[in-house]
């Protein structure tokens, strides 16, 4: 069973930064692709993006393309989501989440874990 903690979220000004970790424990975390994703008041959960179980292949929801980047280390069992350019409208709770090898790492179905979020807040 994988457990991830994620951590880095707070308030930042329309177009600043912010770095969101993911800390994952558990065996065969090289397993799992790896996505983050995103739930505003109201809203349904989205993608945003993710990463496969060597890094190799990355995706993104086109509303954070250029803007965000994900990536992962497999030694430390982490995963990192760089956040550039903020919008008012990137303001939810983010999640990390684990899904097995070879899943559609775009379908919120495809994950088995989940973190507990961070919220992230983008004032105008």
């Known amino acids: 069973q994988v457990q991830l903690v994620e951590s880095g979220g707070g308030l930042v000004q329309a177009g600043g930064s912010l770095r969101l970790s993911c800390a994952a424990s558990?065996?065969?975390?090289?397993?799992?692709?790896m996505g983050w994703f995103r739930q505003a008041p109201g809203k349904e959960r989205e993608f945003v993006a993710a990463v496969t179980w060597n890094g190799g292949s990355t995706y993104y929801a086109d509303s954070v393309k250029g803007r965000f980047t994900i990536s992962r280390d497999n030694r430390k069992k982490t995963v990192t989501l760089q956040m550039n350019s903020l919008k008012p409208e990137d303001t939810a709770v983010y999640y990390c989440?684990?899904?097995?090898?070879?899943?559609?790492?775009?379908?919120?179905?495809?994950?088995?874990?989940w973190g507990q979020g961070t919220q992230v807040t983008v004032s105008s």
């Open positions: 558990g065996p065969n975390f090289n397993n799992y692709g």
């Open positions: 989440a684990a899904a097995p090898y070879g899943s559609n790492l775009r379908s919120v179905r495809s994950y088995e874990y």
